[in-house]
């Protein structure tokens, strides 16, 4: 398998990782990603959009707390 | 700490080892059985370990090589006999390739038989990476319940695992295995109560894996250090930090979606902090061997420990507050007004191993008597579920504490006796009451717990109240009810009662009670509510139905604001073995 083949296929299902839950896709033909595990199905640019929407929650994701910062909490 | 991979994976655990030399830490290097065939993994070993100090340990992650076909990865999950057998292989070659017993060794978990076994074939062993902290019910369903690793209800600190239950630390030197024990990983102290915590780990690739991460940037990697640093102030100057990524982390793999150069960017920021802290003479870096050697002269058994959790990924504000000592292992959820949202009665001493010829199986973790997520917690189905809290009542109205949001004010720790103080909640009533509510808890060195709820500002300070201790139980150790048959409910006062129980769905009530107790021989404890105000004007014992599995003890006090609106009552929560 070549690398960028690898890169594409890697990917979890959206869905049943905003449930906690780590599930590989399988990918078809058509370019599209399947989930074994529920019935969800989407592209790369869609599945993408979902784990930035999933990251939404973590408001302080970006966020540098130091030693002081923190016991100020 | 590190652990080789053979095949191609081998040059990710060189460029790992490389990484943390080049920067000025030393690792503990630890060999699998497959790898003491290697000769060059044993060369690269040696010359790390003649270079740099690195440690060589033995790895029990993957127990298969020559004559051990099919020893999988889980030693604590064999027979006795097999246990044994394959323990005795593995470590007569470490010694057979370097002339020594090892002197510290690596598993996800080791059960109460696995570890002892360990000991008597390896007497050198100092130390142990020995469970992964709240690893269970959680990551089983993460991992599409296929990780059938159930280690929940362990110390987050290094600590020495006992002879009966590695999980639980040693009371004293006759109760203790032996060696000192550290966690696999350090863990976020409040998302790893909330959900997965292998996310939220001292490993940057897990935090890819739970998407805590904008590509290489990661703060978080860094705060979750800070905040072990911090929990210096309450633990006599001391803390504890470590981190153990397999080279698969570092490469391809299914848990991310990122190719591998963030991994390594994010692993190797994580690790230069580490080592300016150590530069900055913040931090020091010892191997597994020295630290289990600086334990055992710094760190007495049977020491209370504390750590004061702040969230820090979603920004929620939250506190919560762990304490563990020989006694007990109690969280604090300051969020639902210092309910105790995890009760692990250690003080039982439950005996665990497991196996296949074990009735434990697979389910290695310490029985709780309260774990709010795994058993409902507060309401907001059918009914609520096991946790505690103080429920305030005025005329027909009563508020639940657990919907005051506190944070934990203060932290104290003296190593025997620890405490903790809540920030200040106001409750007002429908009908215009008003007052304010400080929770404390002082953990005394006996197992016993004093709660104290100081009510002050009351708006009338001739007002009335009821105040309500309440505790609501149900030993388990996953999320599923356990048989309840065998748990007797007593209490005194007006009416004594002594009774089984038997899900009747009943509730019996006492005046003038001082004293509601639960008898659960599921974890070998007697847990019991003492008024330390006189005699309260009701207790309460309920027998859950099956639908609601849990018993209830209730300590109705009469609470008068004494002409000022102020006052306070104090219940002792005990723990004893039976």
């Known amino acids: ?73 | 700490m590190h652990r080789p991979t053979q095949g191609p994976l081998y040059s990710i655990f060189k460029q790992q080892q490389d990484l943390v030399h080049r920067i000025g830490l030393k690792a503990t290097i630890f060999l699998h059985y497959r790898d003491l065939f290697d000769e060059t993994i044993v060369a690269d070993a040696l010359r790390y370990e003649r270079e740099f100090g690195d440690e060589i340990g033995l790895a029990l992650h993957d127990l298969s090589g020559p004559g051990l076909v099919e020893a999988g990865h889980f030693i604590w999950l064999h027979y006795l006999d097999r246990k044994r057998e394959i323990l005795q292989i593995i470590i007569e070659k470490y010694r057979d390739v370097f002339g020594r017993g090892t002197t510290s060794a690596a598993s996800y978990h080791f059960d109460a038989s696995s570890l002892q076994i360990l000991k008597t074939l390896a007497p050198e062993i100092q130390a142990v990476v020995g469970g992964c902290f709240e690893e269970g019910v959680r990551v089983f369903h993460g991992c599409n319940h296929s990780w059938h690793l159930f280690n929940e209800g362990m110390p987050w600190n290094p600590w020495y695992p006992s002879r009966s239950h590695t999980l639980r630390p040693a009371a004293d030197e006759t109760d203790a295995a032996g060696v000192v024990a550290v966690p696999h990983l350090m863990r976020d102290m409040s998302l790893a109560y909330e959900g997965r915590n292998d996310f939220w780990a001292s490993h940057p690739p897990n935090i890819i894996r739970g998407m805590g991460n904008d590509a290489s940037f990661c703060p978080y990697d860094l705060n979750l250090i800070d905040q072990f640093r911090m929990q210096e102030e309450w633990n006599d100057g001391y803390s504890y930090y470590n981190t153990f990524v397999g080279s698969s982390w570092l490469t391809w793999n299914h848990n991310s979606e990122y190719p591998p150069e963030v991994a390594w960017e994010l692993y190797t920021k994580f690790l230069n902090y580490l080592a300016e802290l150590k530069r900055q003479g913040k931090v020091h870096d010892m191997t597994l061997t020295e630290y289990g050697c600086w334990h055992r002269k710094h760190r007495s058994i049977g020491r209370a420990e504390v750590y004061w959790a702040k969230e820090m990924l979603y920004g929620s504000g939250k506190h919560y507050f762990w304490m563990a000592d020989p006694n007990r292992r109690i969280l604090i959820d300051s969020t639902q007004g210092g309910s105790i949202g995890d009760l692990r009665p250690y003080v039982g001493r439950v005996p665990v191993t497991t196996g296949p010829d074990t009735s434990h199986r697979q389910i290695g973790s310490y029985p709780f008597l309260i774990q709010s997520q795994h058993r409902t917690g507060s309401a907001h189905h059918y009914a609520d579920g096991a946790r505690t809290t103080l429920l305030i009542g005025n005329g027909e109205e009563t508020i639940d504490a657990c919907t005051l949001r506190a944070k934990v004010d203060r932290v104290t720790n003296t190593g025997s006796e620890a405490g903790v103080v809540l920030t200040p909640v106001s409750f007002r009533f429908a009908n215009g009451l008003e007052g304010e509510l400080i929770t404390s808890y002082t953990f005394l060195p006996n197992g016993n717990t004093k709660i104290e709820r100081i009510i002050s500002k009351l708006s009338n300070p001739d007002a009335e109240l009821t105040l309500t201790e309440y505790f609501k139980g149900a030993p388990g150790t996953t999320e599923y009810p356990e048989d309840m048959h065998g748990i007797r409910l007593s209490m005194d006062g007006a009416a004594p009662q002594e009774v089984e129980f038997n899900y009747s769905g009943e509730t019996f009530e006492s005046h003038g009670s001082s004293r509601v107790s639960a008898f659960v021989p599921q974890t070998r404890t007697c847990i019991e509510l003492v008024s330390e105000n006189g005699p309260a004007k009701l207790g309460s014992l309920c027998i859950g139905p099956l639908f609601s599995p849990y018993f209830t003890l209730s300590l109705h006090y009469k609470f008068n604001g004494n002409g000022n609106g102020n006052g306070s009552i104090i219940t002792c929560m005990n723990l004893k073995s039976i």
Do not use: N
């Open chain 1, 1 to 73: 398998m070549h690398e960028s083949e690898k890169y594409i296929t890697i990917m979890r299902c959206p869905v049943c990782f905003s449930r906690d839950t780590d599930v590989l896709m399988l990918r078809e033909e058509s370019c599209r990603h399947y989930c074994t595990k529920c019935s969800f199905r989407g592209e790369e640019s869609e599945v993408r959009g979902m784990y930035r929407d999933i990251q939404k929650k973590f408001h302080w994701m970006t966020k540098r707390l130091t030693l002081e910062e923190q016991r100020k909490l």
